[in-house]
T-cell receptor, first 112, second 110 residues
Framework: DTGVSQNPRHKITKRGQNVTFRCDPI?????LYWYRQTLGQGPEFLTY????????KSRLLSDRFSAERPKGSFSTLEIQRTEQGDSAMYLC??????????FGPGTRLTVL | GENVEQHPSTLSVQEGDSAVIKCTYS??????FPWYKQELGKRPQLIID?????GEKKDQRIAVTLNKTAKHFSLHITETQPEDSAVYFC?????????FGTGTRLTIIP
């Protein structure tokens, strides 16, 4: 499978715990994006990387959220001290420069 | 920042008829307008996109039109089929940061 992959696909955690998600983009895609999608809504932009540089962060990305792409390939999104409001689908996408963004299957987070 | 409004939120059409979904955007700097289809439990998939240097683009049964002056763009699906049933999202931006609409749930009635 040469598409965008995300792990885990589902994560259930208790409020206050830390969680980390991983995204593997399509190989040779230099841009990687994180979005959050809640039920009945469109994806909301969180942040994006060009190679290893994080170029933009949404105001939605509070200081409990951190994203990295250390070698310009895979990326991780960590949420510290999770809250019930963090429950959502976290989508990753990748693109080659300004070409089409291809989405991964998402990680569904449930915070109890 | 960019604000994208999408209408209608739900749309039911008879199989074989056409479906039209409309979006408006606010930021005149936006130059890229993709449309994604999302089936239940699946990832969003691009079905067609348009850049601001063209007014219309067509791919078989799917077409998109863009009016930059009025800041609106539309998706047209002709000869609808049951497999067209899904949620459709429009988006606007400069591609590195896309703002999505709230989606249209399209149901094709056999």
């Amino acid at each position: 499978d040469t598409g965008v992959s995300q792990n885990p696909r589902h994560k259930i955690t208790k409020r206050g715990q830390n969680v980390t998600f991983r995204c593997d983009p399509i190989s040779e895609h230099n841009r990687l994006y994180w979005y959050r999608q809640t039920l009945g809504q469109g994806p909301e932009f969180l942040t994006y990387f060009q190679n290893e540089a994080q170029l933009e962060k949404s105001r939605l990305l509070s200081d409990r959220f951190s994203a990295e792409r250390p070698k310009g390939s895979f990326s991780t999104l960590e949420i510290q001290r999770t809250e019930q409001g963090d429950s959502a689908m976290y989508l990753c996408a990748s693109s080659r420069n300004e070409d089409t963004q291809y989405f991964g299957p998402g990680t569904r987070l449930t915070v109890l | 920042g960019e604000n994208v409004e999408q209408h209608p939120s739900t749309l039911s059409v008879q199989e074989g008829d056409s479906a039209v979904i409309k979006c408006t955007y606010s930021d005149s700097a936006s130059n890229y307008f993709p449309w994604y289809k999302q089936e239940l439990g699946k990832r969003p998939q691009l079905i067609i996109d348009i850049r601001s240097n063209v007014g219309e683009k067509k791919d078989q049964r799917i077409a998109v039109t863009l009016n930059k002056t009025a800041k609106h763009f539309s998706l047209h699906i002709t000869e609808t089929q049951p497999e067209d049933s899904a949620v459709y999202f429009c988006a606007a931006g400069a591609n590195e940061k896309l703002t999505f609409g709230t989606g249209t749930r399209l149901t094709i009635i056999p």
